[in-house]
């Protein structure tokens, strides 16, 4: 067996797996990016147009609601986490609450919207109690399909993901720093002011960047909630494909594609360097 | 640390309620025949049935989408494994930089949401391969990209485990062909792993909803939303059901891949 030969043949075999990606993925987010810089007969590039026309709106609604349920979302997720690590003596809750954050922060889509319209909508059940002890949420305007009701939906899968993020990064944290700070006079403020809180923030800010990510990206749940009258940028990019009415403007929704692709793009790398940076207190 | 347990219990407890609450108004809502205006305390065992899931099992449109749903799980399970099995399996007995390669290009998909992957899916093949849209296999290639991050985590867990270069070594020393040595060698002490893999592959098929609803092919979840309005209990039941068929999976995932690391 040469040992050139027996190399090719190892080169050989990713060209499977590099050619699936290069085709499926590749070529897609090319097409995405290609379009959306071609100028056609338009005055202006469609990317400059997409973000300075009628969509810069789209996209201050959906980076808002992104921003918001992610940091909601971060805060709780963390005092999540927290509590868990603190409680780990309780046999049992650790698995279930870790468990389940699994589970919940992969759903979506159409039975989660299912899920809160029955909790939340005008007949919701937690609607209902909630009225009983005076608390009359539809009173004070509040609606599942408006801002601050997506929130509240995309709060089921972001908290939980924030505790899966910061869980590994909780039991980084070893229990000798925590003593060496007591022996030397630091009150528990000044533990985690000073130690805790330095040490945890590479994995707090990328998992609130994930978050925000996750919130971007997201659209069938809000497409659910409102039934296709959202404003968020991904049911704008629907109204592109489907419609061939504003005949013409079609590259203005690969523009909007494109710019979702550089802001996810921008937020999961900023993900991966803090986590790679988060790992280094683990080893 | 010095939260107290009674904080530390409080905060659980809020999220518990959180979590539970919806996933308990959907189910009330599925199978009890009351409207929410008319429920009071001394109706709320009342009028429970299962007549109107059902209906949605009985109905021709639902059979239609979760079969369809069906094949392409699997389908999308057995092209993920055919395509990374070998692959990562020759990464892992050559240099550290073609792991490190593959490693990057598939967290790739975390950066183009569906809703871009679909539509430029959509534009780069209508002129060249039109059957990949038209045909309902053509979801297969983006569910398997779409699901490549998680099923390559589970796929290199697995194989960072075994001895890749021994096992190997001592198949193709006693004669074995590569196609072999992965099938009967590295697949079978990869079972938790590949099943790991394809329960995540069929947890993300089973719940997709943006590029089947983009390219109109009516798989459960797009059903879900259609049906909707003609049943909705038997709808919100079947929600349900896909919640429950998804907490498993999960669940089986969680175990198997703990099972490895140990």
Known sequence: ?283 | MKISRLSAWFTIGIVAVFYVVPMLAMTRFAFQRIPVIKLSWGNVFQKWTIQPIIDSFGSPDFQRAASLSITLAIATALTTIALLLPTMTFAHLGSPRTRRFIEISAVLPFVVPAIALVVGFAGAFRDTLPILIRSSFGLVPLYVITALPFTHRTLENGLAALDIRTLVNASRSLGASWWRTIAFVIAPNMRASIATASFLAFTVVLGEFTIASLLLKNTLPLYLSYAQGSNPQGTFGLGIVLVVISTVFVAMSNRFGKKVRS
């Open chain 1, 1 to 283: 067996m040469a040992g050139s030969s027996k190399r090719r043949v190892r080169h050989l075999v990713f060209l499977p797996y590099v050619a699936f990606l290069a085709i499926f993925l590749g070529w897609p987010g090319l097409y995405v990016f290609r379009s959306a810089f071609a100028r056609g007969t338009a005055e202006s590039s469609p990317m400059i147009e997409a973000v300075t026309g009628q969509f810069r709106g789209s996209f201050v609604f959906s980076l808002q609601l992104s921003f918001i349920s992610a940091s909601i979302g971060a805060v709780i997720g963390a005092l999540v986490a927290i509590a868990v690590v603190r409680l780990d003596t309780v046999g049992g809750l650790r698995n279930t609450v870790v468990g389940y954050s699994a589970v919940a922060a992969n759903m979506g889509g159409i039975p989660l919207a299912f899920a809160f319209l029955a909790a939340f909508g005008m007949q919701g059940l937690a609607t209902r109690l909630l009225r009983e002890i005076n608390v009359d949420i539809i009173g004070w305007g509040f609606r599942i399909s408006d801002f601050w009701g997506i929130v509240l939906v995309y709060l089921y899968f972001q908290i939980p993901l924030m505790t899966l993020v910061l869980v590994p990064a909780l039991d980084g944290l070893r229990r000798t720093w925590a003593e060496a700070a007591q022996s030397l006079g630091a009150s528990s403020a000044q533990y985690w002011r000073l130690v805790a809180l330095p040490i945890l923030t590479p994995a707090l800010l990328g998992g609130f960047l994930l978050l925000v990510a996750n919130a971007f990206a997201a659209y069938a749940t809000a497409f659910a909630l409102s039934s296709g009258g959202s404003r968020l940028v991904p049911v704008q990019i629907r109204f592109f494909l489907q419609g061939d009415t504003i005949t013409g403007k079609t590259n203005l929704g690969y523009a909007l594609a494109a710019w979702m692709v550089i802001i996810t793009g921008v937020l999961v790398t900023g993900f991966q360097l803090l986590m790679r940076r988060a790992e280094r207190w683990r080893r």
